[in-house]
């Protein structure tokens, strides 16, 4: 799977949007995007997946470049909640054993009040 | 549906000791994960299971480290002996299938071996 590069931390303010970042230059043509977050104390979440299309759902949308090799998740109006490390991943959605989520060690972003 | 569920949510131990830790996947979940979570290596995979049956087991430490899958709506991760740097957060997590997009995580056993 194709290695990411997150910035290792972010501020935002509460009720801003929250853009965050993610490189992932040596992307191959089936891989996918997704990004998932961390509140402290707690489980992974999942938030969102993308392939080359924006995409955008409840939580957050997803922007991916047309050359596919960076992508930005937006948190339209973040808030205190928010507050979490926030994981890129690149992968297959194969059932292969080997093509399985890789956790980096992600983005930690604090939403300010 | 109640999501992924772990016990303990916290376990504390002596060097020695054989740990159990305990996981129900979401009904209708056909593959489920156990991760381990430290600060020095971040969240790490180490066992998958699909069916009931395990896929790939290259993550898993050590032997002490072994994992079970008896049912679909059960799986223990245990480890015998344990170990003070064995301590950590371990997830369960699972997911529709193998290829699915999205894996619900459980809540986390944190593990205290003294």
């Known amino acids: 799977d194709a290695k990411t590069t997150q910035p290792p931390s972010m501020d935002c303010a509460e009720g801003r949007a929250a853009n965050l970042p993610c490189n992932h230059s040596?992307?191959?043509?089936?891989?996918?995007v997704y990004w998932y977050r961390q509140i402290h104390s707690q489980g992974p979440q999942y938030i969102i997946h993308?392939?080359?299309n924006n995409e955008t759902n409840e939580m957050a949308s997803l922007i991916i470049t047309e050359d596919r090799k960076s992508s930005t998740l937006i948190l339209p109006h973040a808030t205190l909640r928010d507050t979490a490390v926030y994981y890129c991943?690149?992968?297959?959605?194969?059932?292969?054993?080997?093509?399985?989520?890789?956790f980096g060690s992600g983005t930690q972003l604090t939403v300010l009040p | 549906d109640a999501g992924v569920i772990q016990s303990p949510r916290h376990e504390v131990t002596e060097m020695g000791q054989e740990v159990t830790l305990r996981c129900k996947p979401i009904?209708?979940?056909?593959?489920l994960f156990w991760y381990r979570q430290t600060m020095m290596r971040g969240l790490e995979l180490l066992i998958y299971?699909?069916?009931?049956?395990?896929?790939?087991d290259s993550g898993m430490p050590e032997d002490r480290f072994s994992a079970k899958m008896p049912n679909a709506s059960f799986s223990t991760l245990k480890i015998q002996p344990s170990e003070p740097r064995d301590s950590a957060v371990y997830f369960c997590?699972?997911?529709?299938?193998?290829?699915?997009?999205?894996?619900?995580f459980g809540p986390g056993t944190r593990l205290t071996v003294t």
């Open positions: 997590a699972s997911s529709l299938a193998l290829g699915s997009y999205e894996q619900y």
């Open positions: 040596t992307i191959s043509g089936n891989e996918y």
């Open positions: 993308g392939l080359k």
């Open positions: 991943i690149v992968r297959v959605p194969s059932s292969g054993s080997a093509r399985q989520l890789t």
């Open positions: 009904s209708g979940h056909n593959s």
């Open positions: 299971f699909n069916n009931n049956v395990p896929i790939d």
